[in-house]
């Protein structure tokens, strides 16, 4: 549905965007990944033909970005960052306006914007003015314009922006309710958002690609090998950390022990083992030794490790320096 | 055709949503009102003159009333221009909307003319709303009404190449303020270039004289209708709205 080939977008100074490549299949949802000014926004405004691109190629449904702008247009529904709203408009006037730009037209416009104040729920403001709308309304809003025409290609600037916890959820639930019909990219920098609503991930830092893969993928190869964080309690009086230590070092497949918090006489290892489940083994040698097991949980990568893994530690530090340059 | 009108609705329907359309036309109507009264008042004050002295002058009112008062609407019309194109693009550059549009299968040139055409149509209006004044002028008097449509004609396109170049003006910023403030200093300059004639006569100073927006306009108030005066408007109007293009053009370049 969309194929991007060596995509670059350079400024006076800078460069934005860096020879990104990828492909996102008809009906996929993908979660566009970076911190703060990796090139997400510039990336998705080349691919609606918002800014055209310095070097490389983007088509989106068939259609080149340059080449056929209109007929690319036609078949992206956008929402930027910051929904393009009217505040002077009505909510239903404001859709029927986004509709007939996108050239719909009669019945067919009626129904379109009826779907889709149903779709995301602004029903009930319809005939009030967009000015006056909270920031969630606002939001739904902008992405009821996103559908309006049907489009085969929606692309989400940061969707769930600004939006109180539970606004959040509603929209992740709309998004992943939409993904049947149209194949969806949405940027973002919260993390979760990506596990939770997309199947695929594209990373960018820097404006490079650092790495694209399904969540399950990524999740995987970060991880390699199995991770399990025990916390272990002495029966009687504190623990002897080296006893503990080398008594699990003694299971077979176990590679790494490594001691993290204690709390009184409870403590937290965290035990790397290279040839998968070793959980059994594990409790059977801590309550063989005669201590307590209180607890034993598998230390499961986050898409955040991941993410900081692959655009390297700095990040934070990063953010705050691109945050001022602009 | 049809993108353009759908345009051209927004437009209109922000005008008159908000209190600039009613603004404009009341203070337009007042002023004009009162330019009205004056001319009267002054063209009655000749003709009892004229009885009194039993000698009588060549009354005209088309040359007496209507002249002056096309003469004194053409720069009115330019304190009132910066107002209503301030902010075409300005706003919507502020609001994020400028994505909306650029990103909607609809062409940068349907865009412009969509805006302009509606800041024309609200002039118009406008000038509609001055049509009263001479609707009782036609009641008690018997001018001749084809100069003034002449005249009408010509504040019109004078008004049109304005309006282009405020139109430019608006994509340059996103700050109202700022393109109201830049389209008022360059109508103001294309007054008063004008004036360069009255001490000067080289060339340099006819060429400043000829860019002048009212010097073209002395035709139109006389109801003669000078091909080489509608020329130069439609020129201006074309130039304003070609640089509109290019820079609407440029800001996806630059941002």
Same mark, same amino acid.
């Given at each position: 549905m969309i194929t991007v080939k060596e995509l670059t977008k350079r400024y006076a100074r800078n460069t934005a965007v860096d020879h990104i490549s990828f492909e996102v299949q008809k009906g996929q949802i993908v979660g566009f990944l970076g911190p703060n000014g990796a090139g997400k926004t510039t990336t998705m405004r080349m691919l609606t033909c918002f800014l055209p691109p310095t070097a490389g190629s983007a088509t989106v449904a068939g259609f080149d970005v340059l080449e056929q702008p209109l007929e690319v247009k036609k078949r992206i529904g956008y929402l930027p960052e910051s929904p393009p709203l009217y505040p002077e408009m009505e909510t239903g006037e404001y859709l029927s306006f986004v509709g007939k730009l996108k050239g719909l037209s009669g019945t067919e416009l009626g129904k379109r914007v009826d779907y889709a104040c149903d779709r995301c729920a602004v029903a009930d403001v319809k005939n009030k003015l967009l000015g006056k709308l909270s920031k969630g309304y606002r939001q739904r809003v902008g992405l009821a314009q996103a559908i309006i025409h049907n489009p085969d290609v929606l692309i989400l600037d940061e969707p769930t922006a600004g939006l109180d916890p539970k606004q959040i959820n509603e929209t992740r639930e709309l998004i992943k309710g939409l993904a049947g019909d149209h194949t969806i990219i949405l940027s973002t920098h919260i993390l979760p958002e990506v596990e939770q609503t997309c199947e695929q991930v594209i990373i960018i830092n820097k404006g490079k690609l650092v790495a694209t893969d399904s969540v399950h993928n990524l999740q995987n190869r970060a991880r390699g090998a199995e991770t399990v964080l025990v916390e272990i309690a002495g029966r009687n009086g504190s623990l002897d950390m080296g006893v503990v230590q080398s008594r699990l070092q003694q *299971?077979?497949? *176990?590679?790494r022990v490594q001691f993290k918090t204690s709390h009184g006489n409870r403590s937290v290892f965290e035990v790397e083992s290279q040839k998968g489940f070793v959980r059994g083994d594990l409790a059977r040698s801590v309550v063989e030794a005669g201590w307590d097991l209180n607890e034993l949980r598998p230390a499961a990568m986050s898409l955040e490790e991941i993410f900081l893994q692959l655009t390297g530690s700095e990040a934070p530090a990063e953010q705050a320096a691109t945050k001022g340059a602009q | 055709m049809r993108n353009i009108s759908i345009i051209w609705r927004k437009e209109m329907n922000s005008y008159f949503v908000s209190p600039i359309a009613y603004l404009l036309l009341t203070m337009f109507g007042l002023i004009f009102g009162f330019f009205f009264w004056n001319a009267l008042g002054y063209f009655v004050l000749m003709g009892m003159e004229s009885q009194m002295r039993g000698q009588m002058f060549p009354m005209n009112l088309n040359e007496q009333v209507i002249r002056p008062l096309l003469s004194n609407a053409s720069v009115t019309g330019l304190f009132f221009i910066p107002m209503i194109t301030m902010r075409l693009f300005a706003e919507e550059k502020r609001s994020g909307t400028m994505e909306l549009l650029t990103t909607s299968p609809i062409r940068d040139l349907e865009v412009i003319l969509g805006k302009w055409f509606a800041a024309v149509t609200l002039y118009a209006c406008m000038l509609l709303f001055t049509a009263l004044n001479f609707a009782f002028l036609f009641k008690y008097g018997n001018p001749d009404w084809k100069p003034l449509a002449i005249g009408y004609l010509g504040l019109l396109l004078q008004a049109g190449g304005l309006l282009a170049i405020g139109t430019f003006i608006s994509t340059l910023t996103k700050n109202q303020i700022i393109a109201g403030a830049a389209t008022f200093g360059v109508c103001l300059l294309l007054w008063v270039l004008e004036w360069v004639s009255g001490y000067e006569t080289a060339t340099w100073a006819q060429v400043l004289a000829y860019m002048s927006v009212i010097t073209h306009f002395e035709s139109f108030a006389k109801g003669v209708l000078d091909t080489k005066d509608a020329i130069f408007y439609l020129t201006v109007i074309f130039l304003g709205l070609f640089f509109t293009a290019r820079s609407m053009e440029s800001l996806r370049w630059r941002s």
């Open positions: *299971i077979a497949g *176990i590679s | -």
